[in-house]
């Protein structure tokens, strides 16, 4: 059974600070990683999703990673800002199903 | 292309009442999916449909809760005799075929209290 882990749970930052989100997941069989970010109280917005057969996605200041043989992947913060804070969601998309299983997600607070 | 639209947004009902859920793809997605979230947690799947077809239904889904999507269009989530533990958001997403490696475009969800 997939399970998908986020680390660290939160994270408080001051503006401009490159930042890394964390993302491990258990079972390598999977088409893709995905990213997303949540806004209190609001749905989901995809950021990036990465292909199994792929090791990054660029996405303006976003870059995310996948490295598959060890489960893991990361999403990198380029120069931090305050419209940055939200929650960040990893989700991984199995092989053997057709629904994705989510992280718990990180909660970010980039302050001025 | 006007998103995913979810109705309503709250919802606040009390112990035993049923609720209904109505959810709008984006035109012509064949895939459509039903998530919930607590507070604090990631989305959990509960149903998926491709076309007007649910596909698959998670073990969170009890009896107590139905999902149709008629006309392969909108869907609608009714939940009968709610109790406290179904207080979440009530996430719905669509994608064009249902293909892998396909991008999932959610609505803002129904915030449910149960009271």
């Known amino acids: 059974k997939q399970e998908v882990t986020q680390i660290p749970a939160a994270l408080s930052v001051p503006e401009g600070e490159n930042l890394v989100l964390n993302c491990s997941f258990t079972?390598?069989?999977?088409?893709?990683l995905q990213w997303f970010r949540q806004d209190p109280g609001k749905g989901l917005t995809s950021l990036l999703l990465?292909?199994?057969?792929?090791r990054e996605q660029t996405s303006g200041r976003l870059n995310a990673s996948l490295d598959k043989s060890s489960g893991r992947s990361t999403l990198y913060i380029a120069a931090s800002q305050p419209g940055d804070s939200a929650t960040y969601l990893c989700?991984?998309?199995?092989?053997?199903?057709?629904?994705?299983?989510f992280g718990t997600g990180t909660r970010l607070q980039v302050f001025p | 292309d006007t998103g995913v639209s979810q109705d309503p947004r709250h919802k606040i009902t009390k112990r035993g009442q049923n609720v209904t859920f109505r959810c709008d793809p984006i035109?012509?997605?064949?895939?459509l999916y039903w998530y919930r979230q607590t507070l604090g947690q990631g989305p959990e799947f509960l149903t998926y449909?491709?076309?007007?077809?649910?596909?698959?239904k998670s073990r969170l889904l009890s009896d107590r809760f139905s999902a149709e999507r008629p006309k392969g269009s909108f869907s609608t989530l009714e939940i009968q005799r709610t109790e406290q533990g179904d207080s979440a958001m009530y996430l719905c997403?669509?994608?064009?075929?249902?293909?892998?490696?396909?991008?999932?475009?959610f609505g803002s969800g129904t915030q449910l209290s149960v009271l």
């Open positions: 990465i292909q199994s057969s792929q």
């Open positions: 079972d390598s069989a999977i088409y893709n």
């Open positions: 449909f491709q076309n007007e077809a649910q596909l698959e």
């Open positions: 997403a669509s994608s064009p075929t249902g293909s892998s490696n396909e991008k999932l475009f």
């Open positions: 035109s012509e997605h064949n895939r």
């Open positions: 989700a991984a998309d199995p092989l053997d199903t057709d629904k994705l299983i």
